[in-house]
């Protein structure tokens, strides 16, 4: 999934509740980090999954690339999108050539997709083939009876043309777009490898939507946005503690005053997270319905992460060990540039900006 770089690119991670910039530069031992930051974002500029305030992004890019003191010559940057707008099937078609496939996954994609087909995008990946894939022009007579999987992936135009105005008016070049479920992947294959013998599940839990990437046997199976995050378990001590959001979150995160007990606190943290649980639950359930296996076990990250003793409380919800990815163990850190604690404790929140910035410009 990933590759030497062949000029710097900046992986733009844009959350609902932050934005994170990262980039790399090829080094002896693979990549080094070159930049790192996150800035928040304000409040309600991105509600449900839509942009409310596309101004207020730009500008936090542009305090970001300062912040970062990103040179002006670095133009060229990978985002990524996900939500309701973006759709990701498995498909099993005909062998046949990549070329061909590219001729026909339109029409292939109608019958997929619950979108006008020319209201989005449509991409493809092949990820598993009965033999070998053919040339272009090779007689289908010889490949006709096997087929091949796909990974149809469909995002809307308007989505698209959104993001890319954004990061246009921070004074950037979007030159690939990809989808945070495959951006988590590749942050993640780069730290730990991808295992051919197992099934685990990839979860960025961001503050209002989750990104699902079930990898199967090296590849991914499954994958499915899920419209609940960090702002689940905000939400739950703003309704059971009598509180507003603001004050809610700051509980959330230890700042609490004396008439808050933290028996009770956790409590309702408990139920926020048993929410995020549910659906995760619900989405295993539909992978197992596709697939012989069960996931074995689940790595975390993302800003809904963050909360100190999330992994265990998911791992004693769902009954799997659960971890947090660190997206730096196979990158080269240069403690003369960044503090070490703080690199440590922002992984979770860079898995995505890193597979962003792993990316070329010619995939």
Request: hydrophobic share 40%; glycine share 8%; net charge negative.
């Amino acid at each position: 999934m990933f590759s030497l770089l062949t000029r710097p690119l900046l992986g733009i991670d844009i959350g609902s509740a932050s934005i994170k910039l990262a980039l790399l530069k090829p080094s002896s031992r693979g990549f080094e980090l070159t930049n790192f930051g996150i800035i928040s974002l304000p409040p309600d500029t991105i509600v449900d999954g839509e942009v409310e305030n596309p101004a207020a992004i730009s500008d936090a890019i542009k305090n970001l690339l300062k912040s970062e003191k990103i040179s002006s010559r670095i133009k060229n940057c990978a985002f990524s999108v996900s939500g309701q707008s973006v759709i990701i099937k498995k498909i099993t078609v005909p062998l046949m050539s990549e070329d061909d496939l590219a001729e026909s996954i339109q029409q292939e994609a109608e019958q997929y997709i619950p979108f006008d087909i020319n209201d989005v995008n449509v991409a493809f990946q092949i990820v598993k083939a009965e033999g070998d894939i053919p040339a272009k022009g090779e007689s289908k007579a010889e490949g006709e009876d096997r087929q091949m999987d796909v990974l149809l992936v469909a995002a809307k135009k308007d989505l698209v043309n959104e993001q890319n105005e954004i990061i246009k008016n921070a004074g950037l070049k979007p030159v690939v777009v990809d989808l945070d479920v495959f951006a988590l992947e590749n942050g993640f294959e780069l730290a730990y490898g991808l295992d051919e013998d197992d099934t685990f599940a990839l979860v960025n839990i961001g503050a209002s939507i989750t990104n699902v990437n079930i990898i199967e046997n090296g590849i991914t199976a499954y994958t499915r946005d899920i419209t609940v995050g960090g702002n689940s378990i905000t939400e739950s001590i703003q309704k059971n503690m009598g509180v507003g959001f603001r004050e809610a979150d700051k509980y959330k995160h230890g700042h609490l005053d004396e008439s808050v007990g933290k028996e009770e606190l956790m409590a309702h943290i408990k139920s926020g997270v048993a929410s995020i649980c549910d659906e995760l639950k619900k989405t295993f359930e539909m992978f197992q319905r596709t697939s012989e296996e069960r996931v074995r076990r689940i790595y975390i990250c993302g800003g809904g992460s963050m909360l100190d003793g999330t992994n265990a409380l998911i791992a004693e919800e769902m009954g799997l060990s659960c971890e947090y990815i660190n997206p730096f163990r196979n990158i080269k850190v240069s403690q003369k540039i960044f503090d070490e604690e703080y690199i440590e404790k922002m992984g979770p929140m860079a898995v995505v900006a890193i597979g962003l910035a792993l990316r070329k410009l010619d995939e």
